[in-house]
């Protein structure tokens, strides 16, 4: 995957989780009285009724900091606004100053939103929050045990947890693609989901009227662009190609900056592109402040070696983008003969030219694929870190004690990689039992461009959970 550094990357990594830890808190903050209070929607009380000292079953069957709400004379909804506002203070300090962007701090912040969270009930349910807690639990691992550690990019063991970041990006990804297929919703299969889309979301933004009235040819390029941003793009996260990725990062921001736009999703999105970090280096980030990385073209070598070095790197450099240029090349065929785009005078028209049956062969074996990606890619994140480690300069003890790091990161990071494979593996099962039940039904169903009504359907869905 190279050797950039990821320092910087990291640093804007961890100050965009104390921006996204402070919207969170800050906007529960304001809705405890209406939704948790004694007169409230879904009253905390009825879910916790804080007792100390807890018994042992108690605090295990609810492990949150709400436990403590007697012993400062509060009751669970007090005590819910005061979490709410130490998260705050905590997040705001982690964005004012480097010196708490560490392991403790995001500790405390995953503590006291997973203490919250024990007791939100249905209004803490959402994709949101729980895609907050699972990155907030990796950002511990990926922050600097203390504020004046120092360490190389190229040697730094945090790029190991930082490849889960990214490993979470693409399950997000790539699962909230292909849910839009499986669910069968014909809208989806139609390519008309966004005609109705900007005006019954939850919270339409003033520039969703806008988008509401553009023409339904362009809103199907709309729905076509997000299948091929969220379906086969995430697969470039793990290219070996710097410029891939990069490519899939402006991919996946592009997407989410237009939901911004046009719908209020919370922190969602924000959390979203602050995942797509993983995806960067340092380098790239030093063309956005307009400069380059350590002087690093100054200090190139001169001579008969510095010249050869110099078409060395322009040979390789103009290698790897004929190669990134073929696969996005690749990627637009794809796109053009799945969709059936045809371009004519006013508009493009497009269709889905593939069949249920086919997707669902597809999906059962390009899930099994993923998994092993992702396995080769941490394998190799890990041996090159355990290799740049061996190979850097450095006595013996310093290499003795970032190999340590090292070992121990990986050994959490193929634990989490496991664990995650638990829905992936599902997904595939699912996957399986959705082609069986598409090839026991008669052929006629599942011809392509038949019209589907929403009780059709709803009936569909009913069958394949029944298959399941």
């Known amino acids: 995957m190279g050797v950039e550094s990821r320092i910087q990357t990291r640093d804007a990594f961890l100050w965009l989780m104390n921006l996204i830890y402070l919207f969170a808190f800050t906007s529960l903050y304001v809705q405890i009285p209406g939704l948790y209070g004694d007169n409230g929607i879904l009253p905390a ?83 949101w929050d729980i895609l907050l807690l699972e990155a907030g639990f990796l950002t511990i691992f990926v922050a600097p045990l203390l504020p004046h550690k120092r360490v190389t990019g190229g040697t730094a063991p945090f790029t190991i947890s930082f490849w889960l970041v990214r490993w979470l990006l693409f399950r997000l990804m790539f ?4 849910v839009k297929l499986t669910s069968e919703c014909p809208t989806w299969w139609g390519l008309t989901a966004l005609n109705s889309h900007y005006e019954s979301q939850c919270i339409p933004t003033a520039l ?42 402006y991919a996946q921001v592009f997407l989410q900056l237009s939901i911004i736009l046009t719908g209020n999703y919370n922190f969602f999105n924000l959390l979203t592109i602050a995942l797509c970090f993983s995806l960067l280096d340092d380098r790239h980030l030093a063309l956005w402040c307009g400069r380059s990385q350590d002087g690093e073209e100054r200090s190139s070598p001169r001579g008969q070696s510095g010249v050869w070095r110099t078409f060395s790197n322009l040979l390789r450099g103009f290698v790897s983008a004929l190669i990134a240029l073929a696969i996005v090349g690749l990627l637009a065929l794809w796109t053009w003969k799945l969709f059936a785009l045809q371009f004519m005078k006013d508009e493009v028209r497009s269709k889905i030219t593939f069949t249920l049956r086919g997707f669902s062969q597809m999906l059962g074996r390009v899930i099994p694929l993923t998994i092993w990606i992702g396995f080769l890619s941490l394998s190799w994140q890990v041996i090159s870190n355990l290799l740049r480690v061996l190979f850097s300069p450095g006595t013996c003890f310093s290499k003795v004690k970032k190999l340590v790091a090292c070992l121990l990161l990986a050994g959490f990071a193929f634990i989490i990689f496991n664990l995650s494979l638990v829905p992936q593996a599902a997904r595939q099962r699912e996957a399986s039992a959705f082609s069986q039940l598409v090839w026991s039904l008669p052929s006629d169903d599942w011809r392509r461009g038949q019209t589907r009504d929403r009780r059709g359907g709803q009936q569909l869905a009913r069958d394949w959970l029944a298959a399941l």
């Not at 699962?175 to 292909?178: F, Q």
Request: with cysteine.
């Open 208 to 249: 969703a009227w806008y988008a509401h009235q553009l023409p339904e040819w362009f809103q199907k390029l709309c729905v076509i662009g997000v299948y091929v941003i969220e379906i086969p793009i995430p697969f470039l996260f793990f290219a070996p190609l710097r410029s891939l990725r990069l490519f899939s990062f």
């Open 45 to 127: 009380r009825n879910v916790l009724d804080p007792k100390w000292p807890a018994t042992k079953e108690e605090l295990t069957s609810k492990p949150t900091v709400l436990w403590l709400a007697p012993l400062l004379g509060l009751d669970v909804s007090s005590m819910m606004e005061l979490t709410c506002l130490v998260g705050m203070i905590i997040a705001f300090g982690g964005m004012i100053t480097k010196k708490l962007r560490v392991v403790l701090t995001f500790f405390l912040l995953w503590a006291l939103y997973f203490s919250l969270y024990q007791v939100g009930q249905t209004f803490l349910w959402f994709q």
């Open 175 to 178: 699962a909230s693609g292909i």
